[in-house]
């Protein structure tokens, strides 16, 4: 029964996909606006030249909390997904093992999701990054965002190839490759690399760091269903 239920909680059908596309891609869009209308119209009114809760860069903003949420949402289906494959019944050894390592997974790549929404939410990178710099004494390039990217792609490149294995082509690992893309946009962003104008730096940043979240929610729960379907014995090394 447990496959069935989690099923349930997975959207289905293409106009459930194409609903959270338009509302996502609409959120990032918004909050795009809102950001730029912070800092030019509205910023007039307030003391700092801008609107916190507009602020892509501010870390208490509506646009860091949706992606927070997005994020967790992806640990929630990882989560499930993990507890739906438990194995029940006679399996043989060698499906027993594959399914194993396949949860196995699932688990790691949840905690990954969890850890990245805390950050998201908690900007917990920076404070690793000014520690970094404090200890080594210097900031190697820019700000010292390198200290934390280069984790960062470690983990989430060993985290995007286990999935990727397992979804192989199909639409779900089409947008895991698409997630990873707009990240890696993001990254080249944050290392001024890209675009040196600050409001636009800022809106293309934070807006691929979302649609990428947004791709990475809709891979998974693809890839739940179809996890779901074969038992985990049809996703295999």
């Keep these: 029964m447990k496959p069935h239920l989690v099923a349930e909680l997975l959207p289905r059908g293409r106009r459930a996909y194409l609903t959270l596309a338009i509302v996502g891609v609409g959120c990032v869009v918004l909050f795009g ?60 050894e060698g499906a027993r093992g594959a399914n194993g ?20 939410g908690g900007s917990l990178h920076e404070g690793f990054k000014e520690l970094a710099v404090m200890l080594l004494g210097t900031r190697l390039h820019g700000d010292g965002s390198i200290y934390w990217i280069v984790p960062y792609f470690v983990v989430l490149a060993a985290t995007g190839v286990f999935l990727l294995r397992r979804m192989g082509r ?13 990240w890696a946009l993001a990254v080249v962003n944050q290392l001024e690399l890209l675009f040196a104008q600050p409001l636009i730096s800022i809106l293309v940043e934070e807006s691929c760091e979302t649609l990428g979240s947004l791709c990475l929610l809709a891979s998974l729960c693809l890839f739940a269903h179809d996890a779901v379907r074969a038992g985990g014995g049809g996703i295999d090394d």
């Design 101 to 120: 390592r396949l949860r196995g997974g699932l688990l790691a790549s949840s905690i990954v999701w969890f850890a990245m929404s805390a950050d998201e």
């Design 170 to 182: 199909t639409p779900a690992g089409g947008l895991l490759m698409a997630a990873g893309g707009l």
């Design 33 to 92: 606006v809102l950001h730029v209308l912070g800092h030019t119209y509205l910023g007039r009114f307030t003391t700092n030249g801008s609107v916190e809760a507009f602020d892509l860069d501010s870390e208490g903003s509506l646009a860091t909390w949706f992606n927070a949420m997005l994020l967790f949402l992806c640990g929630q289906v990882t989560l499930l997904l993990w507890y739906a494959l438990d194995p029940a019944g006679e399996r043989p």
